[in-house]
C-alpha cells in the first residue's frame, strides 16, 4: 500500500503518480513503473506540499507539522515560510527539522559539557545535521499554466524539481523534472534515479464514461537505493531508457440505492460528498500498452514478470527495445450509513475493491476453470491465482463531530497457502478531520504500521 492512501481510487503500480512519503521535504515519492497495470486514469494534479504547510500555519493553528520515518530520520517537523511577490508569483522557503538527531545532539552535548568541551565548537556542523533547508518559487504564466520551481536540502545541495502544469479543454499537461527522481518499490524499497524526465497528459472532468491517460519518461543514471538496504536489486524498471504508456478506460457507476431525504435542515454537514446514504457500484474497463527502449526494457524478460501476466509481450534484447498490450478492470463496492450532520456515529462507510490487473490473465484462467469443471477434472491450484482479484477493504467511522477514523487493508487471496488462505498484506490508519468550511477538505494523519511511517497532509475533494 506504500504510504499513499489513496482510498480506493489510485493505488501502487496502477499509474506513475505521484504518493504522499515522509522519506523526504518533498513529501512525495513516485511508483515504480510495473504490474498491475494502471487503474485510476483521470487525476489531476494534487496540491503541493507547500501550499499544504502554508495552509496548516495560516488556518490550523499549526506552525509546525510532523512526519515520521523510522527509515529515515524518524520524527521529523516542517515548517513554510509563504511570500507573495506579485499576484501571479510566490516565493517559498522550506524547513525541517529532525528531531531524533536534534535529541541525539543534544544528549552528546551535555555529556561533553561535563568534560568542559565548549558547545561552539562544532555548532554549525550540528546544525547542518538537524536541520534542512528548501527553496521553491511558483509562477503562474497564463490563468492556464503555472511553473514551479523547487530545491530540497539546500545545504547539501543534493535535491530538486521542475514542473509545468497546463490546462486543456478537458485534459492536463503536466511536464516534470527531477534530480534526482525519488521512486519506491512494492517492498517500500525508496529509489533515487540521477535524472528523471516526464510528460504526462490525462483526461479530466467526467466521473464517468471514457478516460484515456498518455505518459512518456526518460530516465537516466544508474539508480542508488535511498536510505535502505545497498543489498536490494535494482528494480529494471527505473534503469536507463525510454518509456511510452498510454491507456485507455470505461467508467460506470450505479447507484443501488440513494437516500437524499432526512436530512437535519440548515446544518451544513461536514463533507458535502459524504452526506447521502447510499450502496454504489462502480466498474472500470480498459486497456493499456506500453513500450520501452533501453536498459528498462529487460524488466518484460524477466520471469516473474511474465508469469504475473498472459499480455501480448515483445522483447528485443539486442535492439534494447520491448513492448506488451494487456486489458485490466476493476469493481467497486461502496456502502455508505449517515448524513455526517450530527455529532455522534453519523457516518459509517464501507468500501471494497476488487482489481484485475492483467485481464488476458484472468480470461485463461476462467477459461481453464470452466473447462476443468465441463469435465469434472481437479482445477490447478495455479489456475485459481489467474482468476483471484486483488482486493482493498476500507473502512471509515465517524468519533465526534468532524472527526472520524479510517482503515484501509489489502487483502490477499492465495489458493496455494493450507494456512493462510486469506490473509491481510497490508493496513494503514489514520484520523481525519473534515475542514466544514471549505465544503469538502480534510487534514488527514496516517500511520503504516507496515513500513513505520507516518504524515499530516491536506486533501482536497475526495471521498
Known amino acids: 500500500m506504500l504510504r499513499q492512501m489513496r482510498w480506493l481510487t489510485d493505488r501502487e503500480g496502477r499509474w506513475e503518480l505521484d504518493v504522499e512519503s515522509p522519506a523526504t521535504m518533498e513529501g512525495t515519492a513516485r511508483p515504480v513503473p510495473g504490474d498491475p497495470l494502471p487503474l485510476g486514469l483521470s487525476r489531476g494534479p494534487r496540491v503541493t506540499r507547500t501550499k499544504q504547510l502554508d495552509f496548516f500555519h495560516r488556518f490550523m493553528a499549526s506552525p509546525l507539522v510532523p512526519s515520521f520515518s523510522a527509515s529515515r530520520a524518524g520524527l521529523s517537523l516542517h515548517h513554510a515560510h509563504l511570500l507573495h511577490l506579485a499576484h501571479n508569483w510566490s516565493f517559498t522557503i522550506l524547513e525541517q527539522l529532525h528531531v531524533q538527531k536534534l535529541v541525539t545532539v543534544v544528549k552528546e552535548k551535555l555529556s561533553n559539557r561535563q568534560e568542559g568541551v565548549p558547545w561552539s565548537n562544532d555548532l554549525k556542523r550540528h546544525l547542518h545535521d538537524v536541520i534542512s533547508l528548501g527553496a521553491g518559487t511558483e509562477l503562474l504564466i497564463t490563468p492556464d499554466t503555472a511553473l514551479l520551481l523547487e530545491l530540497y536540502?539546500?545545504?547539501?545541495?543534493?535535491?530538486?524539481?521542475?514542473?509545468?502544469?497546463?490546462?486543456?479543454?478537458?485534459?492536463?499537461?503536466?511536464?516534470?523534472?527531477?534530480?534526482?527522481?525519488?521512486?519506491?518499490?512494492?517492498?517500500?524499497?525508496?529509489?533515487?534515479?540521477?535524472?528523471?524526465?516526464?510528460?504526462?497528459?490525462?483526461?479530466?472532468?467526467?466521473?464517468?464514461?471514457?478516460?484515456?491517460?498518455?505518459?512518456?519518461?526518460?530516465?537516466?543514471?544508474?539508480?542508488?537505493?535511498?536510505?535502505?538496504?545497498?543489498?536490494?536489486?535494482?528494480?529494471?524498471?527505473?534503469?536507463?531508457?525510454?518509456?511510452?504508456?498510454?491507456?485507455?478506460?470505461?467508467?460506470?457507476?450505479?447507484?443501488?440505492?440513494?437516500?437524499?431525504?432526512?436530512?437535519?435542515?440548515?446544518?451544513?454537514?461536514?463533507?458535502?460528498?459524504?452526506?447521502?446514504?447510499?450502496?454504489?457500484?462502480?466498474?472500470?474497463?480498459?486497456?493499456?500498452?506500453?513500450?520501452?527502449?533501453?536498459?528498462?526494457?529487460?524488466?518484460?524478460?524477466?520471469?516473474?514478470?511474465?508469469?504475473?501476466?498472459?499480455?501480448?509481450?515483445?522483447?528485443?534484447?539486442?535492439?534494447?527495445?520491448?513492448?506488451?498490450?494487456?486489458?485490466?478492470?476493476?469493481?467497486?463496492?461502496?456502502?455508505?450509513?449517515?448524513?455526517?450532520?450530527?455529532?455522534?456515529?453519523?457516518l459509517t462507510r464501507v468500501s471494497a475493491r476488487l482489481d484485475i490487473s492483467s485481464g488476458s490473465l484472468f480470461l485463461r484462467g476462467a477459461s481453464r476453470l470452466a473447462q476443468d469443471f465441463f469435465f469434472s477434472r481437479r482445477p490447478d491450484l495455479e489456475t485459481f491465482c489467474d482468476v483471484c482479484p486483488d482486493v482493498i477493504v476500507s473502512l471509515q467511522q465517524q468519533i465526534v463531530g468532524p472527526f472520524s477514523f479510517r482503515v484501509e487493508s489489502s487483502v490477499a487471496i492465495d489458493p496455494r497457502s493450507q494456512d493462510h488462505f486469506v490473509r491481510v498484506d497490508d493496513s494503514v490508519f489514520a484520523i481525519d478531520w473534515a475542514l466544514k468550511v471549505l465544503g469538502s477538505a480534510k487534514a488527514t494523519a496516517w500511520y503504516s504500521p507496515k513500513h513505520q511511517e507516518a504524515m499530516v497532509e491536506l486533501r482536497f475533494f475526495e471521498v
Open 153 to 346: 536540502n539546500i545545504n547539501k545541495g543534493d535535491r530538486g524539481k521542475a514542473i509545468i502544469h497546463h490546462k486543456l479543454p478537458q485534459q492536463n499537461l503536466t511536464l516534470a523534472a527531477s534530480w534526482p527522481g525519488l521512486f519506491v518499490d512494492k517492498q517500500g524499497v525508496y529509489w533515487d534515479v540521477p535524472l528523471s524526465l516526464s510528460a504526462d497528459l490525462a483526461s479530466v472532468g467526467s466521473s464517468s464514461g471514457l478516460s484515456y491517460h498518455l505518459l512518456l519518461q526518460q530516465n537516466s543514471g544508474e539508480p542508488k537505493c535511498f536510505g535502505g538496504d545497498e543489498t536490494n536489486d535494482v528494480p529494471l524498471a527505473l534503469l536507463p531508457g525510454l518509456c511510452a504508456k498510454a491507456a485507455i478506460s470505461i467508467k460506470r457507476s450505479i447507484d443501488a440505492w440513494r437516500k437524499k431525504e432526512d436530512k437535519l435542515k440548515m446544518v451544513q454537514p461536514y463533507d458535502a460528498f459524504l452526506s447521502d446514504p447510499h450502496v454504489s457500484f462502480t466498474g472500470i474497463v480498459g486497456a493499456v500498452a506500453s513500450g520501452s527502449l533501453g536498459d528498462c526494457s529487460k524488466r518484460i524478460s524477466v520471469p516473474d514478470e511474465t508469469r504475473k501476466s498472459n499480455a501480448f509481450r515483445v522483447f528485443h534484447e539486442r535492439n534494447k527495445f520491448a513492448a506488451c498490450a494487456d486489458l485490466f478492470a476493476s469493481v467497486t463496492f461502496t456502502a455508505q450509513h449517515g448524513n455526517f450532520q450530527r455529532l455522534f456515529l453519523d
